[in-house]
């Protein structure tokens, strides 16, 4: 099964207050590799949008205003996420606006089978600290300067690296000695990124051993 991380910005803190969905993105992984497949989505909320919520991530109403509303955008949503676990940081925000958005234009709610809550594996791994996404990346030495501002398809990239490092995920060695092309390598507890070539029975390797680390993990 692929996985979807995935966040949106809002217009505040609560559906049942008024206020709609104005980003959506969503990165998809196999084994926590990106397939390089995506999905952003800018959404016009039909209301106003308050100082404290523009602060937060900078969409203005004339920003928005020309920006598809939710309705128009809500199959191919759902088609993009269909039958993926999806991997959100303090869950429980993101699904109630998500399934308000979607029963309000008759459309079946998300499966919380299928969620798993970034947030939640961090409580348990560290209790008693901050375990904000950006609290998670400097503890994890993940580069934070651009996030200037709330960006939801940045956070869901910052969010894949996060969760990669909260499952402690440690690959065998691999002869990294040859040509060069990209991969994503994992070491120890810092996600980085390095030009290497690795053969296909090395990557195979990476392959199983990622499957067998999330099996135990959280699948």
Same mark, same amino acid.
């Given at each position: 099964?692929?996985?979807?991380?995935?966040?949106?910005?809002?217009?505040?803190?609560?559906?049942?207050?008024?206020?709609?969905?104005?980003?959506?993105?969503?990165?998809?992984?196999?084994?926590?590799?990106?397939?390089?497949?995506?999905?952003?989505?800018?959404?016009?909320?039909?209301?106003?949008?308050?100082?404290?919520?523009?602060?937060?991530?900078?969409?203005?109403?004339?920003?928005?205003?020309?920006?598809?509303?939710?309705?128009?955008?809500?199959?191919?949503?759902?088609?993009?996420?269909?039958?993926?676990?999806?991997?959100?940081?303090?869950?429980?925000?993101?699904?109630?606006?998500?399934?308000?958005?979607?029963?309000?234009?008759?459309?079946?709610?998300?499966?919380?089978?299928?969620?798993?809550?970034? #947030?939640? =594996?961090?409580?348990? %791994? &560290?209790?008693?600290? @901050? $375990?904000?996404?950006?609290?998670?990346?400097? +503890?994890? /030495?993940?580069?934070?300067?651009?996030?200037?501002?709330?960006?939801?398809?940045?956070?869901?990239?910052?969010?894949?690296?996060?969760?990669?490092?909260? #499952?402690? =995920?440690?690959?065998? %060695? &691999?002869?990294?000695? @040859? $040509?060069?092309?990209?991969?994503?390598?994992? +070491?120890? /507890?810092?996600?980085?990124?390095?030009?290497?070539?690795?053969?296909?029975?090395?990557?195979?390797?990476?392959?199983?051993?990622?499957?067998?680390?999330?099996?135990?993990?959280?699948?």
């Amino acid at each position: 099964m692929n996985e979807i991380f995935l966040d949106t910005e809002t217009t505040g803190l609560s559906f049942k207050e008024g206020h709609k969905i104005v980003e959506i993105a969503c990165i998809e992984t196999k084994d926590l590799i990106a397939t390089g497949k995506v999905f952003h989505k800018l959404i016009n909320p039909k209301r106003s949008i308050p100082k404290e919520a523009f602060e937060v991530h900078g969409f203005s109403e004339e920003f928005l205003s020309d920006k598809d509303t939710f309705d128009k955008i809500a199959d191919e949503f759902l088609d993009f996420i269909k039958g993926k676990k999806l991997i959100i940081h303090n869950a429980d925000f993101d699904v109630r606006f998500l399934n308000g958005e979607l029963s309000a234009i008759n459309k079946n709610k998300l499966d919380k089978k299928l969620v798993v809550d970034s #947030l939640e =594996v961090a409580r348990n %791994k &560290f209790p008693g600290t @901050s $375990n904000s996404l950006d609290a998670l990346c400097k +503890k994890f /030495n993940i580069d934070l300067s651009k996030r200037t501002k709330h960006n939801a398809l940045l956070d869901c990239e910052l969010l894949r690296e996060v969760y990669i490092n909260l #499952l402690d =995920v440690k690959e065998p %060695k &691999f002869n990294l000695s @040859s $040509n060069k092309s990209k991969i994503d390598l994992i +070491k120890g /507890n810092n996600y980085n990124k390095e030009i290497v070539k690795i053969s296909e029975t090395e990557m195979e390797m990476h392959k199983q051993f990622i499957k067998k680390e999330l099996k135990k993990n959280y699948y």
